[in-house]
C-alpha cells in the first residue's frame, strides 16, 4: 500500500471516523467500507469513508496519545501521530507519490508543502479537512 493509502485508511477507519453531514450516518455506513476492501486489489486501500471529519479524527488521536506534537502543520508529527516511518526516506516516497518537489529534501518547506498535499489529497478524497489544517 502506498503512504498515503496507509495515511488515508489510518484516518477514514479510525473508530472515531463517523461521517459527517451524511444522510443516513450512523451504524449503517460501517459494515459499507469492508466489503469493498475485500473485493479490492491487496496494495489499494479500503473506500474511504466520504465526509469523515479529519479534523476531529486526529484531534481525537492525539488526545489519546497525549498531545501528538504540532501534527496541524507537520508531516513529521503527523506521520508519528499516525505511527507511520517519518524518516527522510519516506517522507520523499511520499513526495514522489503526491508530486511534491519543493526544497530541499527534509527542509521546511519540503515538510509544509507535504503537509498541504497531504490535507488536499484527504480532502479530494472525501474527507472534511478544516481550514486550519490545510495550512
Do not use: C
Amino acid at each position: 500500500m502506498s503512504i498515503f493509502g496507509t495515511i488515508m485508511n489510518k484516518i477514514f477507519h479510525h473508530p472515531s471516523a463517523a461521517p459527517t453531514n451524511q444522510p443516513g450516518a450512523g451504524a449503517a455506513p460501517s459494515p459499507e467500507p469492508a466489503a469493498p476492501a475485500a473485493a479490492a486489489a491487496p496494495t489499494q486501500a479500503p473506500a474511504p469513508v466520504a465526509g469523515v471529519d479529519v479534523g476531529a479524527v486526529l484531534s481525537e488521536m492525539a488526545s489519546l496519545k497525549g498531545g501528538g506534537g504540532n501534527y496541524q502543520s507537520s508531516i513529521v508529527d503527523l506521520l508519528k501521530l499516525l505511527d507511520l516511518d517519518s524518516s527522510l526516506a519516506a517522507r520523499k516516497e511520499l513526495g514522489t507519490e503526491l508530486g511534491v518537489h519543493a526544497g530541499v529534501d527534509g527542509s521546511a518547506e519540503q515538510n509544509v508543502a507535504l503537509h498541504k498535499a497531504v490535507m488536499a489529497k484527504l480532502a479530494e478524497n472525501g474527507g472534511v479537512v478544516p481550514d486550519s489544517l490545510r495550512g
